[in-house]
């Protein structure tokens, strides 16, 4: 891709502004290519805060819209990067704009990045040596074709697409490109470990009945938004019983630390849970990851708090549990759920942020109902306990 010398200036002096308001001034620009310069000023934009390592650096390219839709963030790549060891060789399969690959070839010494689109390879061969990265080869062909011939590597690393040939979104694994649970054993034959990453919307059991040689799951969460299921494939000794596989519940929180939890659905199925009669002081909602794992008897058991209810996935404690993973609240006052209690608990209140859970109504019915604005800082829960009794829960958050 090859812009002008006025366009890369225009981008440079422009690239924090609203890419609406400069696409109505075009005509005040006619020695800029205009489509090129809002297409790249988005790009950066949207990489300031999802890949600020790569947005520090200068003169990089950036893809459509799309691309970037779909790419890692830089604190999800990293993490995929600390699961891998060490080597000598490394594939990526499905290269899109890079971002994955380009945090994964640094755990190697040797790098291919494999892509059939022509303008993602023409931006990766530009963008890799500015970001340091010269032992990344670049081939542009078809990834299934090149898994058949290509050598053996130490990792190979697949993110399917995720769109049907009418651009809708697919979730199954059959469903995407390339059908991982077909290529498995080829994908195996050519690498000692296979990293994939699916959809965060794709049912954990099914995938794990797909395929054959998972030896670990994470599940992995950004400020609490499940966002990536990676699926770590090798051929072992011993094949791992499907609910014996590590189940990695992972929250990327934003004051930089990491919440994990590891169960396997063996232990969620064998470990018991304590039921609390009523809300006790303590209120609290694990983090996505965990409820995406479906980790409901685990958590009970391992922070020793009480459910409210067998389906209602919130939990309860006299005593503050500090390091509970997910959102935390103090319990300032709850009750039945009638007019007259009602009233008495919200005592005026004109603005709540409301969560319903295992509860008949939605957030939107609900504000109505109750003739509450969004935001405040209180935080109501609407709920189903124990005998089947909805209450509303009044709370602040800690």
Not at 75 to 99: C, N
Not at 305 to 321: F, G, I
Request: with cysteine.
């Amino acid at each position: 891709m090859q812009l002008s010398e006025s366009t890369l200036r225009f981008i440079h002096d422009h690239r924090r502004d609203d890419v609406h308001t400069l696409a109505l001034q075009a005509a005040r620009y006619p020695e800029v290519s205009m489509p090129e310069a809002l297409t790249q000023i988005a790009g950066w934009q949207t990489l300031r805060d999802k890949v600020p390592s790569w947005a520090a650096v200068e003169d990089l390219l950036y893809p459509p819209h799309l691309p970037l839709e779909q790419c890692s963030s830089e604190r999800t790549a990293l993490y995929k990067a600390s699961l891998l060891p060490p080597g000598d060789t490394f594939t990526d399969l499905t290269g899109g704009f890079g971002i994955d690959c380009t945090f994964l070839a640094t755990r190697f010494r040797q790098a291919t990045y494999v892509e059939r689109q022509d303008i993602l390879c023409d931006l990766a061969q530009h963008n890799f040596p500015l970001l340091g990265l010269t032992h990344i080869h670049i081939c542009h062909t078809d990834s299934t074709e090149y898994l058949r011939q290509m050598a053996p590597v130490d990792c190979i690393y697949l993110d399917p697409a995720r769109r049907d040939h009418h651009g809708g979104k697919t979730v199954a694994i059959a469903d995407c490109e390339p059908d991982v649970s077909a290529l498995e054993s080829l994908l195996l034959d050519k690498a000692r470990r296979v990293l994939v990453k699916l959809s965060p919307m794709l049912d954990i059991t099914l995938a794990l009945r797909d395929l054959h040689y998972v030896q670990s799951v994470h599940i992995v969460s950004v400020a609490n938004e499940c966002k990536e299921l990676l699926f770590l494939l090798e051929r072992t000794a011993e094949s791992i019983q499907t609910d014996e596989i590590p189940l990695h519940c992972t929250n990327l929180l934003p004051d930089g630390s990491v919440q994990t939890v590891v169960i396997t659905r063996h232990q969620e199925q064998e470990n018991n849970y304590l039921l609390a009669s009523t809300p006790e002081t303590w209120l609290y909602e694990p983090n996505t990851s965990l409820l995406k794992a479906g980790a409901f008897r685990s958590i009970s058991s391992i922070y020793k708090v009480k459910k409210l209810h067998p389906s209602s996935h919130l939990y309860t404690s006299a005593e503050r549990v500090t390091d509970f993973p997910g959102r935390t609240f103090r319990i300032t006052g709850w009750c039945n759920f009638n007019k007259r209690e009602i009233k008495t608990l919200l005592n005026n209140e004109q603005k709540a942020n409301i969560t319903v859970r295992n509860f008949p109504s939605t957030v939107t019915e609900l504000r109505r109902r109750l003739k509450l604005s969004d935001g405040g800082d209180s935080y109501l829960f609407a709920t189903t306990i124990g005998n089947d009794r909805r209450i509303l829960i009044r709370c602040v958050r800690e």
